[in-house]
């Protein structure tokens, strides 16, 4: 059927995909669920979920208007060759996107949930082990696509001979840039995960539009072919230089609330936290009952406090046949104790569990003040409140 056929196989692609999708919301085990919500409060939600997605989102709107200024541009300096060798480039760093969005957008709800629930040592390690993943990404395919251009070509069948030597040399010299462009799309998916709008909105643009608009322009007047090619090098690199003075930047006006590349938060002041992660073992949980007690100064908090974690600990080990690993953050203020403990087993809900024949629940629910559950990308997270007597 020709280019008609794989209008109508994409069109039928994207249904069916879409009609797959689509069965997840009528599986009874499914964690997104659709409830009904007033009109107004429907219309914050969306207004959120506009403002926050908006970088992210943008990408493709700033990549299309790009590509029409900059294809104009390139036929003016280098005439139909240059489209053929730009395609080339594009398809390069498309190929590059498919693992570096995958990593960039995998960490958006892990972020999330633990900027939420404020804890921002865990934002920073999920960020920086995000950061090692698109770096060993950029530098492989920066060598790959830099050593052996040839390999983009035969991907994508270029075969013309008075297009090849062009089309390689454009390659080589853009390629220069994968690594710089890894780095930054994992940043501005990060900003987005920490709710930091407007300074995401601002490098998209600045990335996605105005640097590589402006850079090409005017190289493509100093070095002609080469300088349109060394241009979006330049691009990223400009980015990273401006996401570097400004956290920088932020981290001095903030007085050091803000800190590093990834402007890890600083914890509140009047707030004390201890993490831990022990390995799914009594031992494990007498001994961290112990710790809690040190690190708490109200002997009372500290008693109830140690008691509720291994009241829980040892309930979700009798559940649980097999677990590595439990996840205790407890964060002690002038009010209250909170203790949140995540894992990957079977978790304790106290909404649909309440009539449980368990002394060790018994035990947690006459020390609590509160216990809330909610299941996060395949983890059980039940947050305790433990109020002071003021």
């Known amino acids: 059927m020709g280019i008609s056929g794989a209008a109508l196989g994409m069109l039928l692609g994207y249904l069916i995909a879409a009609a797959y999708i689509s069965t997840y919301f009528f599986k009874p085990k499914r964690t997104l669920k659709m409830i009904k919500i007033e009109f107004a409060k429907s219309m914050r939600y969306l207004a959120d979920i506009c403002k926050t997605g908006f ?34 480039c594009c398809n390069t760093s498309l190929l590059v996107s498919i693992f570096i969005f995958g990593t960039a957008q995998s960490i958006l709800p892990i972020v999330s949930v633990y900027f939420q629930e404020k804890d921002y040592n865990g934002v920073e390690y ?32 270029v075969s013309d001979p008075s297009d090849i030597p062009a089309v390689m040399n454009a390659v080589r010299i853009f390629s220069l840039c994968l690594l710089a462009y890894s780095i930054n799309f994992l940043y501005i998916f990060y900003l987005q995960s920490i709710q930091y709008i407007k300074l995401s909105n601002i490098v998209t643009l ?21 300088g349109i090619w060394f241009a979006f090098l330049a691009s990223e690199i400009a980015t990273l230089i401006f996401t570097y003075i400004y956290s920088k930047y932020l981290n001095k006006k903030t007085d050091g609330e803000y ?58 080990l009798d559940i649980n046949d097999k677990l590595d690993w439990i996840d205790v953050i407890v964060r002690d203020n002038a009010d209250s104790t909170i203790i949140s403990i995540k894992h990957s087993g079977i978790g304790y809900n106290p909404n649909k569990d309440a009539d449980l024949n368990s002394d060790h629940i018994d035990m947690l629910l006459s020390i609590s003040d509160d216990i809330n559950y909610s299941q996060i990308l395949g983890l059980n997270n039940t947050v305790i409140t433990i109020k002071k007597q003021l």
């Open 126 to 157: 999920v960020a920086r082990k995000s950061l090692k993943i698109v770096i060993a990404f950029g530098i492989f395919f920066t060598l790959l696509f830099t050593i052996f251009p040839q390999t983009i070509l035969c991907v994508f069948s």
């Open 206 to 226: 600045l990335n996605g539009l105005i640097f590589p608009v402006a850079f090409v322009f005017i190289f493509s007047i100093i070095w002609m072919e080469n």
């Open 55 to 88: 970088s992210s989102s943008s990408i493709a709107l700033y990549q299309s208007i790009k590509l029409v200024i900059v294809n104009s541009i390139i036929l003016g300096v280098m005439a139909n060759v240059g489209l053929v060798a730009y395609n080339m």
């Open 259 to 316: 800190s590093g590349f990834f402007l890890k938060k600083r914890h509140d002041k009047n707030e004390k936290m201890l993490e831990y992660t022990i390995h799914a073992h009594e031992n494990d949980a007498i001994y961290l009952s112990r710790q809690v007690q040190e690190f708490l100064s109200d002997e009372e908090a500290s008693i109830s406090v140690s008691l509720a974690i291994k009241e829980l600990i040892f309930y979700i």
